[in-house]
């Protein structure tokens, strides 16, 4: 029998058991509580609570640890490549050549998306947050292949997987040529991944755009940085909806969804326009610091903190290196980089930040190097979503195959009014 806690109530005594994971961080079972003592645990935005029991990434937020199947961020940064990294989270091993050329190639072979789904963008007005558009171009593409909708058909879920990583790229490069009224870029299966989203996006019909092969790696390497974070808030999403055996586009537009949101992915676009506003006015960074630690101004270091980091998160470290480095290759000197390197050095001195553990976190210089790329703004999401695709695919495969599967329906403490009669309108007050 291992570990376990006691829960004395009302003169009865419950033992809970604990769990310990494989890097010794501990939890305690509570799935007998409700019918051991009629009560449920009340815990908002789930800060202590653990879904899932899941092999694919640990963070460990005290120390700075990010492992995707147990190999070292920073490694894979250096040495792997994103559909490589797709591969290890998805399958759970790094592939050997065959199995990889077969992944690759499966990728390259459904880069297109059907010829219909093209009139989806003419029903979007241009100014349409791109977000938007490709959560909602994901999820229809759930009309479009019914021969792969089955969650328990190995099969429709395989396939499934190649639609997704392969087609997004596309459907967020659509995205912005609509909204720029120049016509789409076919993928070009000559191209690697990132090559190939950065000439969707930037190539015409009457020019090929030269693609930087420093943009093309930096791109890589960031996909990689943004593949998964366990149980985000957007991962969270995809779980839930997938525990409904509902099939895997409609999971992930659904995480799409809850990526934007400014506390979220949305984070790496705010952050360039917290930038760009400072700049703007002059720069005065010690006014944001201020605003930021006022408890009656809703203004926020957008960039800084995270619910698990209580250190620097990894990601950050590489992604400010990446910064310096493509803005060096690149002949860019960026004010806003100034900015920022400005704002973390006065932040990591503040009391109010080094109390509450706040540093920077992965969307705080990323938005610098989306912009030195001539990403436009309301994209820098987008590139977030693209690299969280196999992060979200993984964690809702592990779902499904899980044994202690369960539609996700979580508890409440009611306190609305208590039980109540109808009133007739002609006998209401007003
Ligand atoms: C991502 O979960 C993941 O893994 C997410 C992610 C992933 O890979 O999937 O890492 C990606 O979403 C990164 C986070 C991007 N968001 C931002 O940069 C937005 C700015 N940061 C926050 O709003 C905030 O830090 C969160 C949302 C990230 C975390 O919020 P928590 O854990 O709910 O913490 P909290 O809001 O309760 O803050 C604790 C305290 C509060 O002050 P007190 O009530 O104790 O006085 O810290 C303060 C907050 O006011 N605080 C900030 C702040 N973040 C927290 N104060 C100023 N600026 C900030 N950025």
């Known amino acids: 029998m291992g570990e376990s806690v006691k829960i004395r109530y009302k003169g009865k005594v419950i033992d809970l058991p604990v769990e310990e994971g494989v890097m010794g961080e501990k939890g305690i079972d509570i799935s007998t509580l409700r019918k051991s003592t009629g009560m449920i645990t009340i815990d908002p935005g789930f800060v202590n609570t653990g879904s899932c029991k899941s092999a694919i990434t640990y963070v460990n937020g ?6 995707y199947r147990g190999i070292p961020i920073e490694q894979l940064a250096e040495k792997s490549t994103f559909l490589e990294t797709a591969y290890l989270l998805i399958y759970g091993n790094l592939p050997n050549k065959k199995e990889f050329d077969e992944f690759q190639n499966q990728i390259i072979h459904h880069t297109m998306i059907h010829e219909s789904a093209k009139a989806f963008y003419d029903g979007f007005p241009p100014n349409a947050h791109p977000m938007a558009v490709c959560s909602a171009v994901v999820g229809a593409l759930a009309t479009f292949y019914h021969d792969s909708l089955d969650v328990r058909n190995k099969r429709h879920i395989e396939i499934s997987i190649h639609r997704l990583i392969a087609k997004l790229p596309t459907i967020a490069a659509f995205s912005y040529k609509k909204s720029i009224g ?3 870029i076919y993928p070009c299966n000559m191209l690697d991944y990132c090559t190939n989203f950065l000439h969707m996006m930037f190539s015409v019909p009457c020019e090929v755009y030269p693609i930087s092969s420093v943009i093309s790696k930096a791109l890589d390497v960031l996909l990689i940085l943004h593949a998964d974070h366990e149980q985000n808030c957007s991962t969270s999403t995809v779980r839930l909806v997938g525990s409904s055996m509902c099939n895997l586009f409609a999971s992930v537009s659904a ?14 676009q705010q952050v360039i326009e917290m930038l760009q506003t400072i700049y703007d006015g002059g720069g005065d960074v010690k006014k944001y610091i201020n605003k930021a630690k006022d408890k009656d101004d809703p203004f926020r270091l957008m960039g800084f903190g995270h619910r698990v980091y209580k250190n620097f998160d990894p990601r950050s470290r590489i992604i400010k290196k990446i910064c310096d480095d493509v803005l060096n290759k690149l002949g860019i000197h960026e004010p806003l980089l100034q900015i920022a390197l400005k704002l973390e050095e006065i932040a990591l001195k503040d009391e109010y930040f080094l109390e509450r553990k706040l540093y920077p976190n992965v969307d705080f210089y990323s938005g610098i190097i989306y912009k030195a790329m001539n990403i436009p703004i309301n994209m820098f ?5 693209i690299g969280r695709m196999p992060g979200w695919i993984a964690q809702w495969k592990e779902l499904q195959e899980d044994k202690e599967f369960k539609i996700g329906r979580p508890r409440q403490i009611y306190v609305g009014p208590p039980k ?10 007003g």
């Open 182 to 184: 120049q016509p789409f």
């Open 381 to 385: 999401p987008v590139l977030f979503a």
């Open 420 to 429: 109540t009669d109808y009133v007739p309108i002609e006998e209401r007050d």
């Open 255 to 268: 995480g799409i969804y809850a990526l934007w949101g400014p506390l979220h992915g949305g984070a790496n």
């Open 62 to 67: 005290e120390e700075g640890i990010l492992l």
